[in-house]
């Protein structure tokens, strides 16, 4: 049975935390990167940095593997409202993760 990949990204206003498991719970890849809180450093340099550090990740840690499952905390979003779904839309363009 292939592995199951599952990206976590919490981004702050400080850092940016990646971290990858296992089906088992097994750490597989973390990495911190700069903040990203959308509304203050942009939304295309925040998706542009989350999509080359998971494009990172799948080539060095995961050697190419796919990643099932993600989640992302994304700091400022909901922030404003009238913004949600022009965010929602290009972080999920940024995110697919077999680019």
Do not use: W
């Not at 199951?4 to 919490?10: H, P, T, V």
């Not at 990203?36 to 494009?55: E, S």
């Not at 290009?90 to 995110?95: C, F, G, S």
């Amino acid at each position: 049975m292939e592995k199951k990949y599952y990206l976590s990204i919490d981004c702050g206003g400080t850092k940016t935390a990646f971290l990858v498991t296992d089906q088992n719970g097994i750490m597989t890849a973390y990495r911190k990167g700069p903040p990203a809180n959308y509304i203050v450093n942009g939304l295309d340099p925040v998706a542009n940095m989350l999509k080359n550090t998971i494009q990172e990740i799948q080539h060095q840690e995961l050697k190419g593997s796919h990643i099932d499952t993600s989640f992302i905390a994304l700091a400022g979003y909901g922030d404003v409202p009238a913004e949600n779904e022009m965010v929602k839309a290009r972080i999920t363009d940024a995110l697919q993760l077999n680019n």
